[in-house]
């Protein structure tokens, strides 16, 4: 049963104060400009170096709110709403300058120019494992070696916090959560958890059987804000409608009836296979136990379902922690902290707050902040 | 000396052919495989009817196959219809063994972590057997090269023997599945794997529809 906030006693520590702020920003600043602005190869063009300068001035300002606040997810989130919205902008926008539609040909899937997302990575291990074939029409000089090589050095450095820091899709709904007040539906069932796995398992054994990246065939939602397969039969026709009902389901109208990332929490089988990682990455988020009331406050407010009563209780967060720190910042009696694995819990947990935080945070400057950069150039470029 | 050719090369063939089999029959076993009881001896004996049944499909289509001559000789359409409805049969068992799956469980997981399915043992080799046959009838493509070659053999007889040794060189590459009897069995495990069964049972039902609609699947 929940409580009350107000009844339990607040202990939220006091700003930070505004210099010791900003020199503690000051890194993150350096490392912005050098990926925003003076990146070598980066563009000369006046409207990408003004989109450039505003993003870095844009990750810099919310980290140092970060600093100032104590206060992770409001910030993140901010961050990562700019980065679900911008990037179906550029890329789509780019898919109309490229070819005129966001529906993939099958004359360029069979040259090998269909774009890479990270979605299907699990989908390509077992295939090539077995046959030595890469199962996606793509080419691993054009992008696909590019990706596979950014998902892993984000992987081993944050595990599923990529699901928080660096997923260019689960902003759309994590955006859309933010919107109502309250939950309309509060009571979910926890057995919905056991279906990213679910749907994990599926397309991996079926992109196997099929040799194609099944998830991205059928069931991928966010076909509907990137490229699809252009519909020129009856199935394709059927997977287009299939992408477009479980974007509005899933993305859309879920979120804003839960208030949680249902796409994340009950369908993505990326997010299933990065939870594994989670037990690589030295990162995690902790409960105190000796601290902890428990109120479960911080079950309502996880928005990927990933602390459950029973886990509260051992003092962790289940497997698909995304270390967003919406637990962290919501918790009255501070129990919940960003912990470094082989510590003491309660060792330091803001040292281990800012280490976590400039690692997951410089990534997303460099992956994330270079996709918000293209999304603002192309709405300058587009009305100015 | 001329069978032990047709043997070796069938031999051959499926050994060649293996990880193309087990990609194809690997949606069908892995989630039914977790769902079953933990260990090696209870998924040997799971595994051991999948693949009786594999081999009398098998046996089944080397007949079909040689009375037709040659399989090329059958028409696209009917092939099509053929697998629309071994499809939509493999859907069904599926979509059967993933509700049986609930209700063998729902008593000894009510208050136990760990899934004890100890119960309705043939009801899961029956389903193993059912699984093993239509994935036997599975048109993959090792499998069609397999039927062209043993039209081309001389005898009904051959195009067995040529069948069975297939079947052998093919089942060696499904020895690792057993390791899936390693993996405990609890209700995530359970949930995860009954869930993928209805997911995979979905597309087969949907694919088997559509190839009985006379819909090419990629025809773009």
New interface residues.
Partial sequence: MATDVRTLPLARPAPRGILWSLFLTLPILIWSLLMMVFRPGASAEPLSRISGVITALFMTALFFMMMRTHNTYRWRRIFFVSLGILFPIGFIHNLYVMRGSMGI??EEMIAGRTPFCFMPIPLLIL?AA??RTLVFPGSIAGGIAAMVGIWLALTLVMGKGWCSYACFFGGIEEGVAAIPARARIRKLDS?WR??P???L??MV??S??L?EP?YCM?LCPFKAVSEY??A?????L?QNVIFVLLFAGLVIALPFLTKKRTQCAWFCPFGAFQSIFNKISIFEVKIDKDHCKPCLLCQNACPNLSLSKESVARGETLLSCMKCGACVDVCPRQAIVWHIKGTQIAWKPERARLMFLYSAWALAVMFGGTIIAQGIATILHVFV | MAALVVFGEALALGLASGPACIAACGPVLVPTLLTGRAGFRANTGYLSAFLAARLLGYLLFAVVAWELGLLASLLPTPRLLMMGAVYVLLAVVLLCYSFAAHRMCAQPCAESKLVQITDNKTRGLAAAAALGLLTGLNLCPPFVVAGIRAAQTGSLAAAMLFFAAFFIGTSIWFIPFLSLGCIVRNQAVLTVARMAMALIALYYLSMGIAMLLGKKAYGY
């Fill in positions: 040909p099958i295939p077995l046959t057995r056991y279906l796995w679910a749907v398992l599926a054994l079926l196997l059987a040799f099944a059928w397969v252009a020129r039969s009856t199935i394709g059927i």
